[in-house]
């Protein structure tokens, strides 16, 4: 997931995905995260053996996969 939101030009700082004090979710993914001034998107992380998928409100589901990656 870095590659799609911290790897760019308008990239994201670590503490709009992570929790910085022992978050309830997978590498203190948080289960909310940021949006404008008002908002606050619930963040749904599953980690597994080789990766994990993410589901938020910004975006449609994405996973990813370090054995066969796939790029979006």
């Given amino acids: 997931m870095h590659f799609l939101h911290v790897n760019r030009e308008k990239g994201r700082s670590c ?4 929790e910085v004090h022992a978050g309830e979710q997978a590498k203190h993914v948080r289960k909310e995260v940021p949006f404008g001034k008002m908002w606050m998107l619930p963040v749904n992380y599953t980690q597994n053996k080789n990766g994990g998928s993410c589901v938020v409100g910004c975006h449609k589901p994405k996973d990813y996969d370090r054995v066969n990656p796939v790029k979006y």
């Fill in 15 to 18: 503490k709009a995905c992570h």
